[in-house]
C-alpha cells in the first residue's frame, strides 16, 4: 500500500508544476545522486536561430537557403524551425516529395525535382557527400551548429545556427548540486564542440557528444555503471525534452519529460513530466521528494 503522505506530496509537486507518475519515483528524486541532461530544448533554449549561410561558388544564399526550408518543411524538430524562419517566406508543401527525416542527423527530399541534403556532417558522410576543401570540419570559429546543405550530391552551403542555453539552467545545475546530486552530464547529438562550450557555461561535470538517440541509451548505461562502480548507491535522472528520448527516459531510474516541446510518446514514457520548460523545476521536484520523505519515515 502507498502511505498517504506520498499522495500528500505528489499533490503538493503537481501544484508547482511537476507531475510525478508514482510514489516510487517520488523516492528515486530524493535519492537522486546523478543527473544526465539532454542539451536542445532541454539545457538550451532550443530555438536555434541563423547566423549565416555560407554558400559554394554554385549556388546563391536564397536559393540554398530555399531548397533547406522546402526539405525542413515536415519536421517539428527545433533546427528546422530556425531554417524557415530565416527563409522567410511561404514552404510550397506541393514542391516537397520523397521526404525523410534522419534521426540525429538531419533530413532528405526532393524539392522542384533536385535532390537536397540537410544536415550533420555525418548525414553527408553517410549519402556519400564530400565536403569542399575550404570548409573546416567543426565549422570554423562558429561555436554553434552547422547544417550542411547538399544539393544533387553535391555540397552547396551551409547554415550557421546557435542556440543559447537556458537561463534557468545554470542556476538548475547549482541547486542539484547544492542538493547533494554529484554527477551531472550533458548528452547531445550536436558536435563536440558546440557541446563542450555549454557545458563549461553550465559548469556540468561531464559531457558525451556526436551521438545518435539509440546512442543516448547506451551512454546512460556506461554512466550508470561508473556510478556503481564509484559506489553510490542513489538514483539516475535522465531530462530530456521529449524528442526522440523515450527510450532514454525508459532506461534512466527517473526519465523526466520537459512538457513544454515534449511529445506525447515522451510524456507517455516519462515518470515525471515537468509542465513548463523550466530545468531548475527538477531542484524544487528534489527538495519537496526529501521533505515527503521525511514525513514518511
Ligand atoms: P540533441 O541530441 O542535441 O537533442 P538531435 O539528436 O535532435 O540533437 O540531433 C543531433 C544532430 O543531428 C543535430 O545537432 C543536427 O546536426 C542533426 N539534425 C537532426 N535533425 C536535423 C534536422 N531536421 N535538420 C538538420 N540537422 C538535423
Ligand atoms: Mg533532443
Known sequence: SVPLSYFGGIGAASRVGILVKGGNYLDALARLDTVVWDKTGTLTEGRFQVVTVETGASRERDEVLRLA???????????????????GRPVDLGAVTDYEEIAGHGVRARVDGVFVLAGNERLLAR?????????????????????????????????????????????????????GVRRQVMLTGDAHHVAEAIAQ??????????????????????????????????????????????????RADVGVAMGGLGSDAAIEAADVVIMDDNPARLAVGVSLARRTKRIVA
Open 69 to 87: 526550408a522546402h526539405a525542413e518543411a515536415h519536421t517539428s524538430h527545433p533546427i528546422a524551425a530556425s531554417i524557415l524562419e530565416a527563409y
Open 127 to 179: 549519402e556519400g557527400v564530400a565536403l569542399p576543401d575550404r570548409s573546416p570540419a567543426a565549422g570554423g570559429t562558429h561555436a554553434g551548429t552547422v547544417v550542411h546543405v547538399a544539393v544533387d550530391g553535391a555540397w552547396a552551403g551551409r547554415i550557421l545556427i546557435a542556440d543559447q542555453p537556458k537561463p534557468a539552467s545554470a542556476d538548475a545545475v547549482r541547486q542539484l548540486r547544492a542538493l
Open 201 to 250: 557555461r553550465l559548469a556540468l561535470d561531464g559531457v558525451r557528444a556526436d551521438l545518435l538517440p539509440e546512442d543516448k541509451v547506451t551512454a546512460v548505461e556506461e554512466i550508470d555503471r561508473e556510478r556503481r562502480a564509484a559506489g553510490r548507491a542513489g538514483a539516475l535522472a535522465f531530462v530530456g525534452d521529449g524528442i526522440n528520448d523515450a527510450p532514454v527516459l525508459t
